[in-house]
């Protein structure tokens, strides 16, 4: 069973960073691609990362230039940095790790529970 625990989340002011981080269990963490997701109250929940078991990354527009997706396979652990934060970038935030190895179309099969991020105007 894979497991996987963000951290990181908090309460910061517009215009100020965080680094959340997502550990996973299982010991070929490198062959998955690993993603980010968010969910705002009232909203579905959407795409802000994603990075391949090559290192290939991919953003949605609105945090492009602003949040850095990374990963340290020696850990275990895919990170996003978010800079200059807004308002609307207040969610609660997921990983999420592709079912199978290796490949080039993820399909997000794993979550973690979610970390809980505010940005304060």
């Known amino acids: 069973q894979v497991q996987l625990v963000e951290s990181g989340g908090g309460l910061v002011q517009a215009g100020g960073s965080l680094k959340l981080s997502c550990t996973a269990s299982?010991?070929?963490?490198?062959?998955?691609?690993m993603g980010w997701f968010r969910q705002a109250p009232g909203k579905e929940r959407e795409f802000i990362a994603a990075?391949?078991?090559?290192?290939?990354?991919d953003y949605a527009d609105s945090v492009k230039g602003r949040f850095t997706i990374s990963r340290d396979n020696a850990k275990n652990t895919v990170y996003l940095e978010m800079n200059s934060l807004k308002p609307e970038d207040t969610a609660v935030y997921y990983c999420a790790r592709d079912e199978v190895a290796l490949t080039t179309k993820p399909i997000w099969s794993y979550w973690g529970q979610g970390t809980q991020v505010t940005v304060s105007s």
């Open positions: 299982g010991r070929t963490f490198r062959n998955y691609a």
């Open positions: 990075v391949s078991w090559s290192r290939r990354t």
